[in-house]
């Protein structure tokens, strides 16, 4: 079910559609703007500022001691980046690979992990597509309920995944007052549509705006075991990225997210974001 009765077979269109223009190169993914690790108390943050370090060492291990920053120097990691990790966690993405480019679902998606659940419980894996448009808002999800007001009206609606229930985040600078709300990172957090009578209590207090929520129609969902048979099965690149990277997209157009993130995350991911989609005839 969609936030106003839409069928996932209606979705499926608007998702193949929405994957068009994933292949255009992304010319801001590099942002000047700095962010100041010292200062810093976000742990993506500090491992990124590790992964960073590593990964200098490692393209120039002969440059000189005193060319490369010692451990204790601040250092300053571009707002909006991106690497690989090993194993999925809860506020990473899942970026597809070329092995999904003939799956009308997923091909070149980027899916937001709201949640990793354990091994041996219902509670599996879940999240959210990032980059599916559905071209349409909420009041157009379903003409015939026209007459019953809604503060969600002009939203725009994304295609969030397979599973019908439909699910929604925020976008929040004091995640404290969003009680009943689930924080992914900071000032992010998700709810599921039987959510929705508390969002809209939250925007007529004014703690939230319109352009602080955004909807999707359905969710992807997985056993734990199969998200971790996927992923050695090289379905699903496994990323850590800045909070602004996905604040961005919850703002923004994200239709470029998929080669930003893949670029940002530089070598072979790099080679992957420039490869033509693969004719699946």
């Known amino acids: 079910m969609g ?39 976000y ?46 966690e809860a ?24 949640k990793l659940g354990s091994r041996g419980t219902f509670d599996g894996p879940f999240g959210v597509i990032l980059n599916r448009s559905m071209y349409t808002f909420i009041k157009h999800d379903n003409p015939s309920s026209q007459g019953q007001a809604t503060p969600f009206g002009d939203s725009p609606l994304f295609f969030g995944g397979p599973v019908h229930m439909s699910m929604f985040l925020v976008r929040t600078t004091d995640s404290s007052s969003l009680k009943g709300f ?37 969710h992807a969902a997985w056993d734990y075991e199969q998200l ?16 602004e990277l996905i604040s961005d997209a919850l703002t923004g157009d994200p239709s470029c997210l998929w080669t930003e993130i893949l670029q940002l995350m530089g070598g072979q991911y790099s080679e992957l974001s420039q490869k033509p989609k693969q004719d699946s005839s």
């Open 182 to 218: 689930e924080e992914v990172i900071p000032g992010i957090c998700f709810g599921f549509r039987t959510d929705l009578e508390k969002a809209a209590v939250l925007m007529k207090s004014g703690t939230i705006k319109t352009q602080d929520l955004r909807f999707y129609v359905g």
């Open 91 to 114: 506020g990473c993405v899942l970026v597809a690979t070329e092995a999904l480019d003939d799956d009308s679902v997923f091909e070149r998606t980027v899916i937001f992990l709201l």
């Open 228 to 243: 971790l048979g996927e992923i050695r099965a090289g379905y699903w690149a496994v990323a850590s990225c800045s909070t």
């Open 3 to 41: 936030f106003a009765n839409a069928g996932h077979d209606d979705v499926s269109a608007s998702a193949g559609d929405a994957s068009a223009g994933l292949n255009k190169p992304h010319e801001e993914s590099k942002s000047s703007n700095l962010v100041n690790v010292s200062s810093s108390s």
């Open 43 to 88: 742990w993506r943050d500090v491992r990124a500022n590790l992964v960073r370090r590593e990964q200098e060492l490692f393209a120039d291990p002969c440059a000189p001691t005193e060319c490369k920053a010692s451990s204790g120097d601040p250092v300053q990691l571009p707002q909006k980046w991106a690497h690989a990790i090993t194993m999925p």
